[in-house]
């Protein structure tokens, strides 16, 4: 039984940080790379970021222009976890956010995706 679970959205003002959350289960985890998917009211999904599986000790990531220099990523394999680290928060911001499981070993924004979570809302006031 696979399953992603989200945790850590809540309200939180513009300029304050959170850290989201996914718990990963029947699944491989350490061999493959892990992402991040938004998506606003009427807005379709987008990528966030990903990360990569580790290779030779190295972790890569990838991330969206939007989020480059206030987002992280970064995974504990020895828990099944992936972490979005996210500040200074701004309206636009504010979103479900889903955890993504690639069939693939690369963080790439156009990652195939074999499993999604079921979401956590973000909401960022002004």
């Known amino acids: 039984q696979v399953q992603l679970v989200e945790s850590g959205g809540r309200l939180v003002q513009a300029g304050g940080s959170l850290r989201l959350s996914c718990a990963a289960s029947?699944?491989?985890?350490?061999?493959?790379?892990m992402g991040w998917f938004r998506q606003a009211p009427g807005k379709e999904r987008e990528f966030v970021g990903a990360v990569g599986a580790i290779t030779w000790s190295t972790t890569i990531t990838d991330y969206a222009d939007s989020v480059k220099g206030r987002f992280t990523i970064s995974r504990d394999n020895a828990k099944n976890t992936v972490y979005l680290q996210m500040n200074s928060l701004k309206p636009e911001d504010t979103a479900t956010y889903y955890c993504?499981?690639?069939?693939?070993?690369?963080?790439?924004?156009?990652?195939?995706?074999?499993?999604w979570g079921k979401g956590t809302l973000v909401t960022v006031s002004a």
């Open positions: 993504a499981a690639s069939r693939n070993r690369g963080a790439i924004k156009n990652m195939v995706v074999d499993y």
């Open positions: 029947g699944l491989t985890f350490g061999n493959r790379a």
